[in-house]
């Protein structure tokens, strides 16, 4: 493999000593020494020494897409000739000892010019494991020139192995906070996310156990639970969605009174739980902040996800939450964006996520 690099390199150079106008610098001649460590205590977490962690996974995405490399014993990769570009890297391992841990980090912006080597360190954390992972989010609209996006919605799974409880969680969409970090940072860091501009919740309180979660299941919340294909040819039926997002202050926002409703805490909001077609935070709770307006607790946050258009763009959301952000499909294609497997939750969706050619409302591909 290397030495048909260095073939290729010197066909590349040889290449270009015959042309007039000879780049000082040859696109490709990039070289990158990467390094993962993580702290892997769980017991005594009073003293953290990290380790290299072994057969870590890389992922590095750029405009030229995602590509994947594997650590050595040394948790060190060493990639010759990608092309030039700021690329976000993400590492993972499984914890040495326990397999329901996962040590994730990540390196955002990284340039690798060509001509010069790039040498880093990432430093890898554990995730948290809260059984509950927003599964789909469909954003973009059906395939239309009508501006139709009333399809939209967010799709949870239960990758717990047992039965939870969805009485009195709630779903926000996060896109506000833009002076102080942006939507989904730790404003003041105060342990709590800032931002947070509809705020819906499921009927009930937390702790009650009226709305069971079973294991393996997926459950659909509709922005209307109506067949769609009835506006749109190209769209979808929800129909059967779980769960729909009602606000009671609006005075045109439908009700399908077969499906229930999740409400709206703010009654200034006067609109539908409509979320940005390509760029916007969603975090699920357990509502156990009933106090919304300083922030969201970090410890109530079942998950949440950041998606955006291009990869450069700036990250906001917490990395406590989230590490990275999901790559969304362009708007107005009928496209979706999913995890790549149920219950793989590393709380980076740039890992964790993937464009999918249609909706999937309730099941996994
Ligand atoms: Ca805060
Ligand atoms: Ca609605
Ligand atoms: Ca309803
Ligand atoms: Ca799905």
């Known amino acids: 493999m290397n030495v048909r690099i260095i073939i290729a390199v010197g066909a590349l150079a040889l290449a270009y000593g ?18 993962v460590v993580g702290d892997t205590s769980v017991y005594d977490t009073t003293t953290s020494t990290p380790v290299p962690l072994a057969g870590a996974e890389f992922t590095f995405a750029s405009e030229y897409g995602k590509q994947f490399y594997v650590a050595d014993e040394n948790g060190r990769v060493v990639i010759d000739g990608l092309p030039s570009s700021f690329y976000n890297v993400a590492a993972r391992a499984r914890h040495p000892e326990f397999e329901f841990i996962l040590l994730a980090g990540n390196l955002n912006d990284a340039p690798i010019i060509s001509g010069s080597t790039l040498i880093d360190t990432i430093e890898a954390r554990q995730i948290a494991n809260t059984g509950v992972e927003i599964h789909e989010i469909y954003a973009g609209g059906p395939d239309n020139n009508f501006f139709y996006f009333y399809d939209q919605f967010i799709e949870l799974y239960n990758y717990s192995g047992e039965t939870k409880y969805l009485d009195g969680w709630i779903v926000y969409r996060v896109s506000g906070n833009r002076d102080e970090g942006g939507p989904g940072f730790d404003a003041g860091a105060d342990d709590d996310i800032d931002g947070a501009i509809y705020i819906f919740k499921f009927p009930g309180e937390p702790g009650e156990k009226n709305i069971p979660f079973p294991p393996d299941s997926y459950v659909v919340l509709a922005q209307d639970a109506v067949d769609h294909r009835n506006s749109i040819s190209t769209s979808i039926d929800l129909t059967n969605a779980d769960w729909e997002f009602y606000n009671q202050y609006s005075s045109t926002d439908i009700d399908n009174p077969n499906v229930p409703n999740l409400s709206n805490l703010r009654s200034e909001k006067t609109v539908d739980f409509m979320i940005n077609l390509v760029s916007d935070v969603i975090v699920v709770s357990n509502g156990e902040d009933a106090v919304w307006e300083d922030g969201i607790d970090i410890e109530t946050i079942v998950d949440a ?22 790559l969304s499909p362009p708007k107005y294609t ?13 709380n980076d969706g740039l890992l964790d996520w993937e464009q999918i050619p249609f909706p999937t409302p309730g099941y996994h591909k």
């Open 18 to 35: 015959c042309a007039e106008d000879p780049p000082t610098i040859h696109e490709g001649e990039t070289r990158v020494e990467l390094t």
């Open 305 to 326: 996800l950041e998606y955006q258009s291009k990869t450069y763009l700036l990250k906001t959301l917490d990395p406590r939450v989230d590490r990275s952000f999901a």
């Open 334 to 346: 009928g496209q979706s964006m999913q995890r790549t497997e149920p219950g793989n939750d590393t």
